[in-house]
């Protein structure tokens, strides 16, 4: 058994949403330029249908969005293709409220919103923006705030995590959504190891008491 485990989750739904956004200020209220996430199961292993991608329209956030110069600034400096992704999109891009009701019909046919962990890049980050984009439109948002997790404290806590090879393009939002997801992956593995260890030791500890 994990460590953190989910005794009311049917073991093939996730357990696990892991979140990148792509912005234009680092700021609560940013506008957001695409919402890339990735789903894992409990063991953290991939569920089917578990990765979500969506690109947004920029010119309806303007009136209520936070854009920072500086982060216009950062993005010029990006690859041809990150900018494509997202910033200057050659794709097809949706409305907020399609997004974002696009993205809470997704969260509820992999998994139970109410006890699926979200887990963003910083604490102050991704989490945040986007629960912040949910209520500029007046939408409930597929998580519990005591759901909200993140991925810094995780590589902080186990550096070698940020040596995993990252794979497609940096500054895409699913992309990154996937590398944060394979380190997850990971530092689940590592405490399921370390879990079943305590564990045999406790168990030899008591057969000798």
């Known amino acids: 058994m994990l460590p953190q485990h989910f005794p009311n989750l049917p073991t093939e739904q996730a357990a696990h949403i892991v979140v990148d956004l792509e912005t234009l200020s680092t700021q609560p209220n940013a506008l957001v330029l695409s919402i890339g996430a990735v789903a894992l199961t409990s063991s953290g292993t991939p ?5 979500f991608y969506v690109v947004l329209k920029q010119d309806e956030q303007g009136a ?14 990006q690859s041809t293709e990150a900018q494509q992704a997202a910033y200057k999109p050659t794709v097809c891009t949706s409305f907020v409220e399609d997004a974002l009701d696009g993205f809470s019909d997704w969260v509820e046919s992999i998994t139970d919103p109410k006890q699926v962990l979200v887990w963003g890049n910083g604490c102050s980050f991704d989490n945040v923006i986007l629960a912040s984009l949910y209520d500029d439109w007046h939408r409930e948002r597929p998580w519990s705030f005591w759901n909200d997790r993140d991925m810094r404290t995780v590589t902080g806590l186990m550096p070698v995590l940020k040596m995993l090879p990252f794979e497609g393009i940096k500054h895409h939002a699913l992309h990154d959504a996937k590398h944060e997801a394979a380190q997850l992956s990971r530092a689940i593995q590592k405490l399921d190891e370390a879990f079943q260890l305590l564990h045999a030791a406790a168990a030899a500890q008591r057969a000798t008491a």
């Open 64 to 77: 209520v969005r936070h854009i920072s110069q500086s982060t216009v600034a950062w993005w010029e400096q």
């Open 47 to 51: 569920v089917e249908g578990g990765n």
